[in-house]
Each structure stands twice: as structure tokens, then as C-alpha cells.
């Protein structure tokens, strides 16, 4: 199984921060990964896929780049709606595996 | 508007059995692959099963192989997931999502999800 491991685990910010989470391949997954956001209670919400492409819907303050084993999540300035739950995913085959997640709490 | 929405999870003790449905609307069900995804309590996402738009292709996690079997019926446009053996490490939420089609196959629709709890 190809494992996906994701940095840091939890991250503290503030409203108009930017920032970054990193997600690892343990192989070459070329361009198929996925971001995903998630709040308690709700659905899982997919943010960016196939590495860098904007889901319909969301905005241009997330973005997505990397291709092979490393890529990146970036949320150039922090809303108060933004503190959540994130997950890569790799879609490279179909037994799909997610990243640990990564809880993005406020300073 | 695509909709998915879940039921049939509830308590049941260990080595139950529980069928999850996931009824389907806003979309062409047959067009698409489909998927469960499960999130254990104070846990992350964890992929559970697939299968392919016309139901002739089936994948499992390790976790649930031998116990677990999805399946659909595209004239009711409903996924269901038939769980037995059920173990207290089943107890999750389970989404079903639908997967892009083409070459990308991220999941780009999710049930709100249903709550299975095993235990004594």
C-alpha cells in the first residue's frame, strides 16, 4: 500500500496567516493527490485535486502544488472559516490512502 | 444539486452484521464509481471499499477484506455496503462519495454519513 504522511499533525495560526501543509508519497504517485477539508459533523469537503487544480466552489486563497512523492497545501490568508481538519488523499490506485491529517487550530 | 445521503447504521453487538444504504440523486448513478470512506472516533479518514459504475469491478481495504461487500443497484440508484463479522474497530461513520470520472478519481461528493457503533 502506498502511505502518505502528512506535516505537521496540528498547526496553530492566526486570521490572515499563511500556511502550509506538506504531505508525503512513500512512491512516485506522479500528480494524483487530493486535498480535502473537514469539520466536525459535516462532510469532508474536496478543496484541490489532481495536485494543484481548484475544486469548483472554493476559493483562490487555497492552492495546491508538488507532483511525485512531495506536495503541498497553501492557504495564503486564513479566514475564521478555514480551521478545520485537512487530508491528502492519493488517488494513484484505487486502494485509495489518506495522510493522518493535519488540525489547523487558532492562535 | 447532487445529493447522497446514508442510513441504516446503528449499534450492533461484535460479530453483528449491519447493510449500509447510500441513496443517490442529482447525478447519473450508473456513470460513476462510488466509494465508502470511514472515520473512526478521534481518528482520520480511512478508505474502505469501491465500485465501478456498473458493479463488475470490486476493491476492499485490508481491514474489512472477507467481511465487507459493496455493491449497488443502479435502478434504485442506491450503494449499499453489507458488513459482517463486525468488530469494535468498525465503529466509525461511514460517507459514501461519488469519484470523479476520468483520469483524476478524487472523490468530489460526500454523504453528511452514518454512524455504526459495535459494542456490547
Known amino acids: 500500500d502506498i502511505q502518505m504522511t502528512q506535516s505537521p499533525s496540528s498547526l496553530s495560526a492566526s486570521v490572515g496567516d499563511r500556511v502550509t501543509i506538506t504531505c508525503r508519497a512513500s512512491?512516485?504517485?506522479?500528480?494524483?493527490l487530493n486535498w480535502y477539508q473537514h469539520k466536525p459533523g459535516t462532510a469532508p469537503r474536496l478543496l484541490i485535486f489532481?495536485?494543484?487544480s481548484l475544486q469548483s466552489g472554493v476559493p483562490s486563497r487555497f492552492s495546491g502544488s508538488g507532483s511525485g512523492t512531495d506536495f503541498t497545501l497553501t492557504i495564503s490568508s486564513l479566514q475564521p472559516e478555514d480551521f478545520a481538519t485537512y487530508y491528502c488523499?492519493?488517488?494513484?490506485?484505487?486502494?485509495?490512502?489518506f495522510g493522518q491529517g493535519t488540525k489547523l487550530e487558532i492562535k | 444539486d447532487v445529493q447522497l445521503l446514508e442510513s441504516g447504521g446503528g449499534l450492533v453487538h461484535p460479530g453483528g452484521s449491519l447493510r449500509l444504504s447510500c441513496a443517490a440523486s442529482?447525478?447519473?448513478?450508473?456513470?460513476?464509481?462510488m466509494d465508502w470512506v470511514r472515520q473512526a472516533p478521534g481518528k482520520g479518514l480511512e478508505w474502505v471499499s469501491a465500485?465501478?459504475?456498473?458493479?463488475?469491478?470490486?476493491y476492499y481495504a485490508d481491514s474489512v477484506k472477507g467481511r465487507f461487500t459493496i455493491s449497488r443497484d443502479n435502478s434504485k440508484t442506491t450503494l449499499y455496503l453489507q458488513m459482517n463479522s463486525l468488530r469494535a474497530e468498525d465503529t466509525a461513520v461511514y460517507h459514501c462519495?461519488?469519484?470523479?470520472?476520468?483520469?483524476?478519481?478524487?472523490?468530489?461528493?460526500w454523504g453528511q454519513g452514518t454512524l455504526v457503533t459495535v459494542s456490547s
Open positions: 462519495v461519488t469519484v470523479r470520472g476520468g483520469d483524476t478519481r478524487d472523490f468530489d461528493y
Open positions: 442529482g447525478f447519473t448513478f450508473s456513470n460513476y464509481d
Open positions: 465500485i465501478s459504475g456498473r458493479g463488475g469491478r470490486t
Open positions: 512512491q512516485n504517485i506522479g500528480y494524483y
Open positions: 489532481a495536485s494543484s
Open positions: 488523499q492519493q488517488s494513484y490506485n484505487t486502494l485509495y490512502t
